[in-house]
């Protein structure tokens, strides 16, 4: 309607979507209508019976419907010969598939697509090493079993998913549809995997539509079958589809049998779910085919008791399945600068081989003269008398052996448990946030949905959020509130239309019906209705309800009540404006009850009366309006016309009504300041010789081949002019729940909310007033310019501005506090569309960027889906902070595969948006838990978790390293081999997991009271360089402790390297779970299972593997643990490792406590009611120097 979809260079746009035949993201607002026409009846008039009505679709959504169909670009399909259909093309059957695998691809497609992390490659590198007899250093079984187990758990973990696709796949493939047999000429059973090409089918009412098919004839005799494309699309509102006229006289089946000579020639097969090009040939007679006459599979029959048509797309060529990819895939920023440290610890694995292998060069070097008889450097061989070669290759490859050894025997500095463990993390933290009930929306019975599971921690960095405004932050449920009339305004004193005793109803025999929805009625318009309509006012005001009634596609359908003699009518239609509309003029006495292709029936105050619709123009994006075309019962035909004011006026008779005029733009302005979204309403009278000149028009450029889009525009524009203005409406699409309340916390939380919208300015100003986005303390920056040279002007006055504000900024720090911008001036800016239209893609996008960033919200209207995308990569290219979009239309899809993170709201309007995003849900307001609790638990718990696996491998390499050190450098351990594999996967991994996925350092009170909290992930307090260089300081102490204590105690007797691998193993794993212990927020039961209990399993393993004979060290464990100083090395240790780690925590938090240990302490001593007068004081971290 007027509120959404100025688009701006569309022509641009539609060209290049065209050749992609990709869906065109949409407004949800707009939409785009074809004309209709019909054939002359008897007496000069129209036959309504052969009027066709192209489906209320949205205008983008149809550009790629509006291209010439060439012969090249085109298939041909014979009407009930599938055998005859287009030779040049082998066409696919009705089966479909949407698993990944097959029995024969699965391994190695899934081994392909598993290695295609880098880490994984190095792990198969250090396997493929360790086979080789120079350099085995570990068992070739051992070697390869932690690879071996990641790679099992994620194919195990796929073979699941996809056997359940499979398992859909059959049931779908062996649904049973009914298929004409073209020798017996009657509709058999058949499964949907057998369906053909050009095979007539028979569909019932509440039956499902086995593929995408031309419609041929319906039950209606007009033509009309209604369907619902909920499994399509989520849009749940009935859209009437048409059968051509020259094919319902005979439709297919016993009585009369397939045109052999018929054929469509349509498009090529594309995702366009919204758009279809084609012809039919039939009787010789060439008829065109659209939208209108195409159903898709997926969708569902209602209302129409069955349905004839021919299949022209199958299987995998059906729109369904062409649009069956998902969300695109993106990774985590977290992860992503994960490869920092992984280098970084690589350079560390390089430099310990390095150290190893050069010294051991240099004691090969000065034992040179010892090596023949050496345990491990044997130069020769006198085992069977013979003087030969043994065990040496000299010392060049020695040493060269040597850092291929010890990258094998260090190889877990780089933990490969570690990927595996962020799997399980992420889906253990999206199974409690979609099992969080406060993120459940009872109004629309839907859960959280986690679509994507590998970003869970970016939720808790966002530093920018880009919204959509209708139907993401208001209820997109349109309520008609007023309306100016011939200049006049109705909005005063409404009532409510249940509390009104003249409320208008129908008599129908012995029933009554009534709208299913009130709306609030003017008394005073009612008067004027009822009482004064010979008057010019009261003539213009029936005018005006009638246009309204007229003007749309709405589909009436009677409901039954609990009151039998009761029922209700229900407007159905794709647009929550046009039933807003249409609910109106029923209030006041104007109720449409009934609605043909060719005709539709409206009770004007108590008065039956019908109006055969001739023609219909729909709305599209040149336009920005629609049209029908009527005659009424006295054979007057009039042209309905409603549309943005902007592309209105300019068609209205300006001479005649100026007055008017000028007092309705005083109107429309008011309502657009009340936030009211608005609509102009005018008509004309046409002559018998103007109509009779539109239909040839119109039926020319209809059976066109070529340019039938623009031929059709052409012929819209040229019918709507000098128009009278008949008035405007007024529509409210109230705030969702909660709206001012989340974006005030998420302004406190450091987040910058931005709205993007294609409402005029003035509605969207009033609506950022009322959801508190925009306050009277900012300082307003408004940019509408229609020129290049314009906005480099606007642009260089607010940079100017800008530092003028900066140089009275009493505290650069403020916005930690209260949320405002940089400047400690709070500021917004507000640009409409066509200014981005000169700004984006040029010089002066970087001025942009440093206005926008200067302000504290900025508000863009009048925007195209594309240029909110735009908007998104302007800050996502120039800076590191976290984008998150969220929109609930598919006008939306693109900001939100843009944005680091997408959000869909199941909305109004489809579930366009959630299928594209990263979560869903159902209000707006539920993004504060979602980031303030979930995000900065997400983050907290992943970044720790990230952190210790490295210290924890880190601790265990440096001991390994530390004991080559005492072994002449042969890369000889005293840890078993078995143990080494078994410490990443059961000695010390479920504690992490347990604790990313239950650990919370903070309450969900506290979190959500001080909003402040969450820029700690915005300003990566918890992971970056400083504590990554702190970690493996402290990893390096503990090895050192854990090493040389034991080391120091038994280096005179005659304990074995066995007792004291034991040892070590025991020692690491206590200290590193104990570590984990000391930094645990919130304990739960099996908190305590999983880090006690893998200390118990750690020593039950022990125990198990030195119980083998065959294996080194038998018995070794046994030796060591009977002794007093075992026990004592074990204490010492942890007191020892401990130490330094627990002294620079307390001290830590003692002396420079963070603002959210303050708040912990806060929580733990339960402190929050009597400190509910105290605020916070947020400390002013900068962003630190990664």
Same mark, same amino acid.
């Given at each position: 309607?007027?509120?959404?979809?100025?688009?701006?260079?569309?022509?641009?746009?539609?060209?290049?979507?065209?050749?992609?035949?990709?869906?065109?993201?949409?407004?949800?607002?707009?939409?785009?209508?074809?004309?209709?026409?019909?054939?002359?009846?008897?007496?000069?008039?129209?036959?309504?019976?052969?009027?066709?009505?192209?489906?209320?679709?949205?205008?983008?959504?149809?550009?790629?419907?509006?291209?010439?169909?060439?012969?090249?670009?085109?298939?041909?399909?014979?009407?009930?010969?599938?055998?005859?259909?287009?030779?040049?093309?082998?066409?696919?059957?009705?089966?479909?598939?949407?698993?990944?695998?097959?029995?024969?691809?699965?391994?190695?497609?899934?081994?392909?697509?598993?290695?295609?992390?880098?880490?994984?490659? #190095?792990?198969?590198?250090?396997?493929?090493?360790?086979?080789?007899? @120079?350099?085995?250093?570990?068992?070739?079984?051992?070697?390869?079993?932690?690879?071996?187990?990641?790679?099992?758990?994620?194919?195990?973990?796929?073979?699941?998913?996809?056997?359940?696709?499979?398992?859909?796949?059959?049931?779908?493939?062996?649904?049973?549809?009914?298929?004409?047999?073209?020798?017996?000429?009657?509709?058999?059973?058949?499964?949907?995997?057998?369906?053909?090409?050009?095979?007539?089918?028979?569909?019932?009412?509440?039956?499902?539509?086995? !593929?995408?098919?031309?419609?041929?004839?319906?039950?209606?005799?007009?033509?009309?079958?209604?369907?619902?494309?909920?499994?399509?699309?989520?849009?749940?509102?009935?859209?009437?589809?048409?059968?051509?006229?020259?094919? &319902?006289?005979?439709?297919?089946?016993?009585?009369?049998?397939?045109?052999?000579?018929?054929?469509?020639?349509?498009?090529?097969?594309?995702?366009?779910?919204?758009?279809?090009?084609?012809?039919?040939?039939?009787?010789?007679?060439?008829?065109?085919?659209?939208?209108?006459?195409?159903?898709?599979?997926?969708?569902?029959?209602?209302?129409?008791?069955?349905?004839?048509?021919?299949?022209?797309?199958?299987?995998?060529?059906?729109?369904?399945?062409?649009?069956?990819?998902?969300?695109?895939?993106?990774?985590?920023?977290?992860?992503?600068?994960?490869?920092?440290?992984?280098?970084?610890?690589?350079?560390?694995?390089?430099?310990? !081989?390095?150290?190893?292998?050069? !010294?051991?060069?240099?004691?090969?070097?000065?034992?040179?003269?010892?090596?023949?008889?050496?345990?491990?450097?044997?130069?020769?061989?006198?085992?069977?008398?013979?003087?030969?070669?043994?065990?040496?290759?000299?010392?060049?490859?020695?040493?060269?052996?040597?850092?291929?050894?010890?990258?094998?025997?260090?190889?877990?500095?780089?933990?490969?448990?570690?990927?595996?463990?962020?799997?399980?993390?992420?889906?253990?933290?999206?199974?409690?946030?979609?099992?969080?009930?406060?993120?459940?929306?009872?109004?629309?019975?839907?859960?959280?949905?986690?679509?994507?599971?590998?970003?869970?921690?970016?939720?808790?960095?966002?530093?920018?959020?880009?919204?959509?405004?209708?139907?993401?932050?208001?209820?997109?449920?349109?309520?008609?509130?007023?309306?100016?009339?011939?200049?006049?305004?109705?909005?005063?004193?409404?009532?409510?239309?249940?509390?009104?005793?003249?409320?208008?109803?129908?008599?129908?025999?012995?029933?009554?019906?009534?709208?299913? &929805?009130?709306?609030?009625?003017?008394?005073?318009?009612?008067?004027?209705?009822?009482?004064?309509?010979?008057?010019?006012?009261?003539?213009?005001?029936?005018?005006?309800?009638?246009?309204?009634?007229?003007?749309?596609?709405?589909?009436?359908?009677?409901?039954?009540?609990?009151?039998?003699?009761?029922?209700?009518?229900?407007?159905?239609?794709?647009?929550?404006?046009?039933?807003?509309?249409?609910?109106?003029?029923?209030?006041?006495?104007?109720?449409?009850?009934?609605?043909?292709?060719?005709?539709?029936?409206?009770?004007?105050?108590?008065?039956?009366?019908?109006?055969?619709?001739?023609?219909?123009?729909?709305?599209?994006?040149?336009?920005?309006? &629609?049209?029908?075309?009527? !005659?009424?019962?006295?054979?007057?035909?009039?042209?309905?016309?409603?549309?943005?004011?902007?592309?209105?006026?300019?068609?209205?008779?300006?001479?005649?009504?100026?007055?008017?005029?000028?007092?309705?733009?005083?109107?429309?302005?008011?309502?657009?300041?009340?936030?009211?979204?608005?609509?102009?309403?005018?008509?004309?009278?046409?002559?018998?010789?103007?109509?009779?000149?539109?239909?040839?028009?119109?039926?020319?450029?209809?059976?066109?081949?070529?340019?039938?889009?623009?031929?059709?525009?052409?012929?819209?524009?040229?019918?709507?002019?000098?128009?009278?203005?008949?008035?405007?409406?007024?529509?409210?699409?109230?705030?969702?729940?909660?709206?001012?309340?989340?974006?005030?916390?998420?302004?406190?939380?450091?987040?910058?909310?931005?709205?993007?919208?294609?409402?005029?300015?003035?509605?969207?100003?009033?609506?950022?007033?009322?959801?508190?986005?925009?306050?009277?303390?900012?300082?307003?920056?408004?940019?509408?310019? /229609?020129?290049?040279?314009?906005?480099?002007?606007?642009?260089?006055?607010?940079?100017?501005?800008?530092?003028?504000?900066?140089?009275?900024?009493?505290?650069?720090?403020?916005?930690?506090?209260?949320?405002?911008?940089?400047?400690?001036?709070?500021?917004?800016?507000?640009?409409?569309?066509? /200014?981005?239209?000169?700004?984006?893609?040029?010089?002066?996008?970087?001025?942009?960027?440093?206005?926008?960033?200067?302000?504290?919200?900025?508000?863009?209207?009048?925007?195209?889906?594309?240029?909110?995308?735009?908007?998104?990569?302007?800050?996502?290219?120039?800076?590191?902070?976290?984008?998150?979009?969220?929109?609930?239309?598919?006008?939306?899809?693109?900001?939100?595969?843009?944005?680091?993170?997408?959000?869909?709201?199941?909305?109004?309007?489809?579930?366009?948006?959630?299928?594209?995003?990263?979560?869903?849900?159902? @209000?707006?307001?539920?993004?504060?838990?979602?980031?303030?609790?979930?995000?900065?638990?997400?983050?907290?718990?992943?970044?720790?978790?990230?952190?210790?696996?490295? #210290?924890?491998?880190?601790?265990?390499?440096?001991?390994?390293?530390?004991?080559?050190?005492?072994?002449? #450098?042969?890369?000889?351990?005293?840890?078993?081999?078995?143990?080494?594999?078994?410490?990443?996967?059961?000695?010390?991994?479920?504690?992490?997991?347990?604790?990313?996925?239950?650990?919370?350092?903070?309450?969900?009170?506290?979190?959500?009271? #001080?909003?402040?909290?969450?820029?700690?992930?915005?300003?990566?307090?918890?992971?970056?360089?400083?504590?990554?260089?702190?970690?493996?300081?402290?990893?390096?102490?503990?090895?050192?402790?854990?090493?040389?204590?034991?080391?120091?105690?038994?280096?005179?007797?005659?304990?074995?390297?066995?007792?004291?691998?034991?040892?070590?193993?025991?020692?690491?794993?206590?200290?590193?779970?104990?570590?984990?212990?000391?930094?645990?927020?919130?304990?739960?039961?099996?908190?305590?299972?999983?880090?006690?209990?893998?200390?118990?399993?750690?020593?039950?393993?022990?125990?198990?593997?030195?119980?083998?004979?065959?294996?080194?060290?038998?018995?070794?464990?046994?030796?060591?643990?009977?002794?007093?100083?075992?026990?004592?090395?074990?204490?010492?240790?942890?007191?020892?490792?401990?130490?330094?780690?627990?002294?620079?925590?307390?001290?830590?938090?003692?002396?420079?406590?963070?603002?959210?240990?303050?708040?912990?302490?806060?929580?733990?001593?339960?402190?929050?009611?009597?400190?509910?007068?105290?605020?916070?004081?947020?400390?002013?971290?900068?962003?630190?120097?990664?």
């Amino acid at each position: 309607m007027a509120g959404e979809g100025l688009t701006i260079s569309r022509e641009e746009e539609e060209e290049e979507e065209e050749r992609s035949l990709a869906p065109l993201p949409s407004s949800g607002r707009h939409h785009r209508r074809k004309s209709s026409a019909s054939a002359a009846s008897r007496d000069g008039f129209p036959n309504p019976a052969h009027v066709r009505h192209l489906s209320r679709t949205e205008t983008e959504r149809l550009a790629g419907s509006q291209r010439e169909l060439a012969e090249s670009n085109s298939r041909i399909v014979f009407i009930g010969d599938p055998g005859g259909s287009d030779p040049r093309f082998e066409l696919p059957r009705n089966s479909i598939r949407t698993a990944k695998y097959s029995p024969i691809t699965f391994l190695p497609r899934n081994l392909f697509e598993q290695f295609r992390r880098l880490s994984y490659i #190095y792990f198969l590198a250090i396997v493929v090493l360790n086979q080789l007899p @120079q350099l085995a250093v570990f068992g070739r079984g051992a070697s390869a079993l932690p690879l071996a187990f990641v790679l099992l758990v994620t194919a195990v973990k796929d073979a699941y998913e996809d056997w359940r696709r499979h398992r859909s796949d059959r049931i779908e493939n062996n649904r049973a549809a009914s298929v004409l047999d073209p020798q017996s000429v009657r509709f058999l059973s058949k499964r949907w995997k057998e369906i053909r090409v050009g095979e007539v089918l028979k569909v019932l009412a509440n039956e499902s539509i086995p !593929c995408d098919m031309v419609l041929l004839a319906t039950s209606d005799p007009t033509g009309v079958a209604y369907i619902q494309t909920i499994n399509l699309d989520g849009e749940s509102n009935l859209k009437t589809r048409y059968a051509k006229q020259e094919t &319902m006289s005979r439709p297919p089946g016993e009585d009369h049998p397939v045109d052999s000579a018929g054929f469509i020639r349509c498009e090529h097969p594309n995702r366009n779910i919204y758009g279809f090009l084609g012809n039919m040939e039939v009787d010789r007679k060439r008829v065109s085919l659209g939208p209108a006459n195409i159903i898709l599979r997926g969708c569902e029959l209602k209302n129409t008791a069955w349905v004839i048509g021919v299949a022209v797309y199958t299987g995998s060529e059906t729109k369904v399945m062409l649009n069956g990819s998902g969300a695109p895939s993106k990774r985590s920023r977290l992860e992503t600068r994960m490869n920092r440290e992984t280098l970084l610890l690589s350079a560390i694995l390089i430099a310990l !081989c390095s150290v190893v292998a050069i !010294c051991n060069g240099i004691w090969l070097g000065n034992h040179s003269d010892g090596l023949d008889l050496a345990q491990f450097f044997r130069k020769r061989d006198y085992s069977d008398g013979d003087d030969k070669k043994y065990n040496y290759s000299g010392i060049g490859m020695q040493v060269f052996f040597a850092f291929l050894m010890s990258v094998i025997v260090f190889q877990i500095m780089i933990p490969i448990s570690l990927y595996i463990s962020m799997e399980l993390v992420r889906l253990g933290q999206a199974y409690f946030m979609v099992r969080d009930a406060n993120l459940y929306d009872e109004s629309s019975n839907s859960r959280f949905q986690c679509r994507a599971l590998n970003i869970n921690e970016d939720l808790g960095q966002i530093k920018y959020v880009f919204s959509d405004k209708t139907g993401t932050l208001t209820e997109n449920k349109m309520e008609f509130q007023c309306a100016s009339i011939r200049g006049v305004d109705y909005s005063g004193g409404r009532i409510s239309f249940r509390e009104n005793s003249e409320a208008h109803y129908i008599l129908a025999g012995n029933q009554i019906l009534k709208p299913k &929805m009130s709306v609030k009625t003017d008394p005073e318009l009612v008067r004027l209705l009822k009482n004064k309509g010979d008057t010019e006012q009261g003539k213009r005001a029936r005018e005006f309800f009638l246009a309204l009634a007229c003007c749309n596609t709405i589909v009436p359908l009677v409901v039954d009540t609990a009151d039998p003699k009761q029922k209700l009518i229900d407007y159905q239609g794709e647009s929550p404006d046009e039933q807003a509309l249409a609910y109106a003029a029923a209030s006041y006495g104007f109720v449409l009850i009934e609605r043909t292709s060719g005709h539709i029936i409206i009770d004007v105050l108590g008065n039956r009366q019908r109006y055969d619709v001739l023609g219909l123009h729909e709305f599209d994006s040149d336009r920005k309006r &629609m049209s029908v075309i009527v !005659c009424g019962p006295d054979k007057t035909i009039n042209l309905f016309v409603k549309g943005a004011d902007n592309s209105m006026f300019g068609i209205i008779q300006n001479k005649v009504d100026l007055s008017m005029i000028d007092a309705t733009k005083a109107d429309l302005q008011a309502y657009s300041s009340l936030g009211l979204r608005t609509l102009v309403v005018g008509m004309r009278e046409l002559s018998r010789k103007e109509y009779e000149e539109w239909q040839s028009a119109y039926e020319n450029a209809n059976t066109s081949l070529m340019g039938r889009a623009k031929l059709l525009r052409a012929i819209a524009s040229n019918v709507e002019r000098e128009l009278h203005i008949l008035g405007a409406s007024g529509i409210e699409d109230k705030l969702q729940e909660g709206v001012p309340e989340a974006i005030e916390s998420m302004r406190q939380a450091g987040i910058k909310v931005w709205v993007l919208t294609g409402d005029k300015q003035e509605t969207a100003i009033s609506i950022g007033f009322s959801c508190k986005l925009l306050t009277n303390e900012m300082t307003q920056i408004v940019i509408n310019s /229609s020129s290049e040279e314009s906005c480099r002007k606007s642009l260089q006055d607010a940079v100017a501005m800008n530092r003028k504000f900066a140089a009275i900024s009493p505290d650069p720090f403020e916005n930690t506090l209260t949320g405002t911008g940089s400047n400690g001036v709070p500021m917004a800016l507000i640009i409409d569309g066509i /200014s981005l239209v000169y700004i984006l893609k040029t010089k002066l996008e970087e001025e942009l960027f440093k206005v926008a960033t200067a302000c504290d919200v900025v508000l863009c209207c009048r925007v195209a889906p594309l240029q909110k995308a735009g908007i998104v990569s302007l800050i996502k290219s120039r800076t590191d902070d976290m984008t998150l979009a969220i929109g609930d239309g598919a006008n939306d899809v693109s900001m939100i595969q843009t944005a680091d993170v997408g959000i869909g709201i199941s909305g109004q309007e489809g579930r366009q948006a959630v299928m594209a995003s990263d979560f869903a849900m159902g @209000q707006f307001r539920f993004l504060v838990p979602l980031l303030l609790v979930h995000g900065h638990w997400n983050y907290q718990r992943m970044t720790y978790m990230i952190l210790y696996n490295f #210290y924890r491998n880190a601790v265990f390499v440096f001991i390994l390293f530390w004991y080559v050190l005492y072994t002449a #450098y042969t890369l000889t351990t005293a840890i078993t081999e078995w143990s080494t594999v078994l410490y990443s996967i059961v000695y010390t991994a479920l504690p992490t997991i347990v604790v990313g996925i239950l650990d919370k350092d903070l309450s969900r009170k506290t979190l959500m009271k #001080y909003p402040q909290l969450y820029s700690s992930g915005q300003r990566d307090e918890r992971y970056n360089l400083k504590l990554f260089t702190l970690t493996m300081m402290d990893a390096v102490w503990q090895s050192v402790a854990t090493f040389y204590i034991p080391y120091l105690a038994y280096r005179h007797s005659t304990v074995d390297g066995s007792s004291l691998g034991d040892l070590w193993t025991l020692a690491v794993v206590i200290l590193v779970n104990i570590h984990l212990a000391t930094d645990v927020f919130r304990w739960y039961w099996i908190t305590h299972v999983a880090v006690w209990g893998c200390i118990v399993a750690t020593l039950i393993c022990v125990i198990i593997i030195d119980c083998i004979w065959t294996l080194p060290g038998y018995w070794a464990i046994f030796k060591i643990m009977g002794t007093g100083l075992f026990w004592l090395c074990l204490l010492g240790i942890i007191v020892a490792g401990m130490l330094p780690h627990f002294s620079v925590k307390v001290l830590k938090e003692y002396l420079m406590p963070s603002d959210i240990q303050i708040a912990r302490e806060m929580d733990k001593f339960r402190r929050t009611n009597a400190a509910t007068t105290l605020e916070i004081q947020m400390n002013r971290f900068s962003t630190p120097q990664l």
